[in-house]
């Protein structure tokens, strides 16, 4: 009893200088109490046997020893001190057991806090909704959002080659041969649990021409993609691009003329027709992103009438005139350029492209593209048009998607490389961004490296 009590006695004499007077005081006081109390009862069994001791040896004696008697006396005295003895230690555990209880409570539950930590009276708070968000487990429960490689669609960059050939404005973002490293890139992504790929063709330049006809060839790049994908992954959600800027040797997305101005209806006409075709090939979606007016429309009926009507349309509605293209741009050899003298070409797409300045533009394009027959309403780009994502979420019933663009890709792969971001946290943070605004599907040249991601952690689709 004596020797737990001064244990605690030490625990005290330690404990007590690092706890705050508003929490630690009231433990302190309880624990030293324990330790007088295993001390007294300690004491008490040790009095007890010193008292015995001497008179076993005076009364008795050594004549005593081997006798009935003797043994009787003992037997009593003993049993008496015994009793006095076990009732202080029992006391002494029992009181140090509660003690240690207390301090494992402490000891788990418990911090110091910094010297000096004001000591207020509690705020009369009714909700406090940090006690949402004080586990893991409570916010991922709670969680509103969710992320995961399903909600991504992969660009894939093809070219009529077999090698590889990386895209230096993109870091780790290559143009992949469409019968080898194409292949090999959707198998990976499908394994990562990716369900959808978008396929955009680098045409070689003796095939463009000023009105891109070689965007409706049933053996061009983009529809042999196509139909490798679906050969070998017949799953696999393909989309595709409907515009002629990678087939128009001006560069443009429709067919422009000698004063500048880009045709609307005749583009449109030509639209449909690669669109046609891309469904011919296998394309479980068609994308028109060229924004001419009423194209969607034109292409749903031309799609009807060819026997497609199992074939859906992912509109490009809210396509703004952005600086952040111009790393795909480069990849694709799509920049506006001139053709020869006297044909004047405009040096940007403001014309048909939206102005990054209106918000209420973009709300009436989705709004008459889902009225034309739209199965998906896309933003491009993505960051900078979160409230565009959000508005169109909210002002339609459509699944909307979102393309986080080959500049925002640039910027991230630039930040994390030069070792300023965490790439895979900031990464995360943007696209759960995009969730979170409303979009139902990202576009994202991050699809496989995100997904990898989601896998290692599988907290980190709630955040």
Not at 4 to 22: A, C, I, K, Y
Not at 139 to 164: K, Q, W
Not at 269 to 289: I, K, M, N, T
Request: with cysteine.
């Amino acid at each position: 009893g004596i020797g737990q009590g001064g244990v605690h006695l030490l625990f005290v004499s330690t404990l007590l200088p690092n706890m705050s007077d508003h929490s630690g005081r009231s433990f302190c006081r309880l624990l030293l109490v324990s330790c007088l109390s295993c001390l007294v009862a300690g004491f008490c069994g040790s009095v007890a046997f010193s008292l015995v001791r001497p008179k076993l040896s005076v009364q008795h004696g050594p004549t005593l020893r081997g006798s009935s008697q003797q043994g009787s006396l003992r037997s009593e005295s003993g049993n008496w001190a015994g009793t006095l003895a076990a009732f202080g230690l029992a006391s002494g555990f029992m009181l140090s057991g509660r003690s240690r209880k207390v301090i494992l409570r402490a000891a788990k539950g418990k911090v110091a806090v910094p010297p000096g930590t004001p000591n207020p009276k509690p705020l009369q708070l009714r909700r406090r909704p940090r006690r949402n968000r004080r586990s893991d487990a409570l916010r991922e429960t709670l969680s509103e959002t969710t992320l995961t490689a399903a909600n991504f669609i992969m660009p894939v960059l093809v070219h009529d080659g077999d090698e590889d050939i990386p895209v230096v404005s993109m870091p780790g973002v290559k143009r992949v041969g469409v019968n080898s490293g194409l292949m090999r890139d959707v198998r990976e992504a499908a394994a990562l649990g990716v369900k959808s790929v978008v396929i955009f063709p680098k045409t070689p330049e003796d095939l463009k021409t000023p009105i891109g006809e070689e965007s409706f060839n049933p053996d061009g790049l983009a529809q042999r993609a196509i139909r490798n994908i679906k050969k070998e992954f017949p799953d696999m959600v393909v989309y595709t691009d409907v515009a002629l800027d990678p087939y128009n040797s001006m560069g443009h997305d429709g067919i422009v003329r000698s004063d500048g101005v880009i045709l609307n209806d005749e583009t449109v006409e030509f639209l449909c027709r690669q669109a046609v075709s891309q469904a011919e090939a296998g394309a479980d979606f068609v994308s028109p992103s060229d924004m001419m007016d009423g194209r969607v429309g034109a292409i749903r009926d031309a799609l009807d009438s060819a026997g497609y009507q199992h074939v859906g349309i992912m509109s490009y509605s809210a396509k703004y005139a952005s600086a952040f293209y111009g790393p795909f741009r480069e990849a694709l050899d799509s920049n506006p350029r001139l053709p020869d003298e006297g044909w004047t070409v405009p040096p940007n797409k403001r014309t048909y492209q939206q102005n990054p300045a209106n918000y209420k533009e973009a709300l009436l394009e989705a709004e008459l593209d889902e009225a034309e027959g739209a199965d998906i309403l896309l933003v491009k780009p993505g960051l900078p048009y979160l409230d565009v994502v959000k508005g169109i979420s909210e002002q339609s019933n459509l699944p909307v998607a979102v393309y986080h663009v080959s500049g925002e890709y640039a910027m991230l792969k630039a930040a994390a490389n030069n070792g300023w971001l965490d790439e895979k946290e900031s990464v995360l943070e943007v696209l759960l961004s995009m969730r979170r605004a409303g979009a139902n599907l990202i576009l994202t040249y991050y699809a496989k490296e995100a997904a990898a991601w989601l896998q290692d952690s599988p907290s980190r689709c709630h955040r």
